[in-house]
């Protein structure tokens, strides 16, 4: 969440770094020739049917998925994180003296394929494409010095920007005597299967990955495979307090493995205690604890459409995990007490009040077993001392779900089924299961109130369906929902977080009515883009906003126009 009006993007130096890339790769490889018929590829698992065996990808950012792909069963797919750029790598052996010309199929975010340590002129070339809906080939020619033996290939998206895609990789030119590509062979079989989370409909499973394996099919009592990307699942429409065997195998294009050893989950029983007190179909809305230009407001101001109240933000310690919560004197709060009072009035009109960690200048680390327990301690203090109903996530400098989770049971434990928890990542952190966010989410399904992702301050990012959106439009509020719906949480865990003006951040400001077309499509498939879910989801839980101050600033047009109808969905 920002802070401040607008938030500085790394995307911002873009136009000027693309520019001289593509110039670079110009002057590099005028007047090379081209490959001729005889020549090889000398690039190994081109099209990764075999894992990521013989690539290297930055901070973990790269991925062996079985759809989408050009050819084949396996294309690579990386996602651009903070300072990384996601680069994925490939040493090849050349002949010195040679010409190669180096090809790739991609789509997705912006998308660089490049070759390094050439041994003439820079040592580099590179090409580059932006955003691609659908499959785009990028070409460059390198030649070898006249002691090359080997050239690093790779291939990087761009800072901030959506994953991108490659498939069917080739470097072709004379043999450089390396070892030939083998051909994929049957994958060993999973270990480590282990079951995690569990709730009265679902179980929550992870193993080791397998190398060179594409694909994984999870078994339920040794039918009805369930195929997956990555070494994580979790398995819904269960019945609640009942024992299932679980197992898993690994696929890629020469076969399937034996099933793992077996695994007994049992389903949790049917909550009976009292459940959040929040509505069907409720509104979020982050009340600033600070003064950034926007309107000023005690919480009593803040306005009835809203269902959760985010208070803005918690502060962090010097104890690694702890929190604490100091009321701006900005705001104009004569003294705590008062604020308390508010937090009670809200309360006590219907509404839940909850205490935000992080933001976009907030910061708090939780990676260890006495971080997790020092945010548990402290945040439950919190809620006793000024009456917050549960608590926000909105650490937007990287989370570990390990132990984030593990923070999130240890206060549960201590607050009960009756506690609000609530997250609102940003868009890149709910693209796939893989990530922390989303891992995390799962994690504590069972005891998660809403995440509303924050769909703006992003760019183009990929819907569930494969296809790139733009953000800004109903298009990409749908189809990026559509992957958490798909991904294993509940529609009415997930809600829709935009900015409530212009000024509210930096891009992806939509209009109130935008906002409502996104939600009539999602619960009842009518008013939908381009894009059309293959199911209504009526119990989607509702829409967020920052900041409850930026809409009182614009004169309340946000709440005005997508309180009712949240509160009017089905």
């Not at 790769?25 to 081209?34: M, P, W």
């Not at 694909?215 to 009942?242: E, F, H, M």
């Not at 459409?305 to 918690?314: G, L, T």
């Amino acid at each position: 969440m920002d802070r401040t009006t607008t938030r500085p993007h790394g995307r911002r130096w873009l136009g000027g770094a693309l520019a001289l890339a593509v110039g670079s790769g110009i002057v590099l490889v005028g007047g090379a020739g081209t490959a001729q018929a005889a020549d090889v590829n000398v690039a190994r698992n081109a099209g990764f049917e075999n894992g990521l065996a013989n690539w290297a990808c930055s901070a973990g950012s790269g991925a062996a998925v079985s759809s989408p792909v050009r050819t084949g069963t396996g294309a690579l797919r990386a996602a651009p994180a903070g300072l990384d750029n996601a680069k994925c790598v490939q040493t090849v052996t050349v002949k010195p003296n040679s010409t190669y010309t180096l090809s790739a199929w991609v789509q997705g975010g912006y998308a660089y394929l490049g070759a390094s340590g050439t041994g003439t002129g820079t040592g580099s070339v590179s090409t580059w494409s932006p955003d691609s809906p659908s499959w785009k080939q990028l070409t460059t020619t390198f030649t070898t010095g006249a002691s090359t033996t080997s050239v690093e290939i790779y291939t990087h998206g761009w800072y901030g920007t959506s994953p991108y895609l490659v498939d069917d990789v080739s470097v072709f030119g004379p043999d450089g005597g390396g070892v030939p590509d083998p051909d994929p062979v049957v994958p060993t079989t999973p270990a480590g299967l282990a079951a995690g989370g569990t709730t009265s409909s679902s179980v929550s499973l992870s193993w080791g990955a397998v190398s060179g394996a594409t694909s994984y099919k999870v078994y339920r009592d040794g039918v009805a495979p369930q195929t997956v990307s990555g070494t994580s699942a979790t398995i819904t429409g269960l019945a609640a307090d009942t024992a299932y065997q679980f197992q898993v195998s690994a696929v890629n294009s020469a076969g399937e493995s034996a099933k793992s050893a077996a695994v007994t989950a049992r389903t949790a029983k049917n909550q009976t205690g009292p459940g959040p007190a929040v509505p069907k179909h409720a509104v979020t809305g982050y009340w600033q604890n600070f003064d950034n230009g926007a309107a000023k407001q005690k919480l009593r101001d803040v306005q009835a459409a809203y269902d959760i109240i985010a208070v803005s933000f918690a502060d962090s310690t010097a104890t690694p995990g702890q929190i604490v919560f100091n009321l701006d004197p900005a705001v104009g709060y004569s003294s705590v007490a008062e604020f308390k009072s508010d937090v009670a009035a809200k309360k006590a009109a219907g509404k839940s009040v909850i205490i935000s960690v992080g933001g976009e200048k907030g910061n708090v680390t939780i990676n260890s077993d006495a971080s997790a327990t020092a945010f548990a301690n402290s945040t439950y203090a919190l809620m006793q001392e000024y009456g917050f109903n549960g608590v926000d996530i909105d650490l937007e400098h990287g989370i570990n779900s390990t132990y984030l989770t593990k923070a999130l049971r240890q206060l549960s434990a201590k607050a009960g089924p009756g506690m609000v928890l609530t997250m609102a990542p940003q868009t890149i952190d709910m693209q796939n299961t893989g990530t922390e966010y989303f891992k995390t989410a799962l994690a504590v399904k069972d005891i998660l109130t809403v995440i509303n992702t924050q769909y703006y301050n992003s760019g183009s990012m990929l819907g569930c369906d494969g296809k790139v959106y733009s953000q800004g439009s109903v298009d990409f509020l749908t189809a990026l929902a559509c992957i958490q719906i798909q991904g294993g949480l509940d529609p009415s865990q997930v809600g829709l977080g935009v900015p409530a003006s212009t000024r509210g951040a930096g891009s992806g400001y939509v209009s109130p009515q935008i906002v409502n077309n996104a939600l009539d499509c999602l619960t009842k498939l009518t008013n939908c883009g381009n894009f059309k879910p293959a199911q209504a989801w009526p119990s989607l839980r509702g829409a967020m906003t920052w900041s409850t101050n930026w809409d009182a600033t614009a004169g309340n047009a946000w709440s005005n126009a997508v309180g009712p109808h949240v509160h009017g969905l089905p």
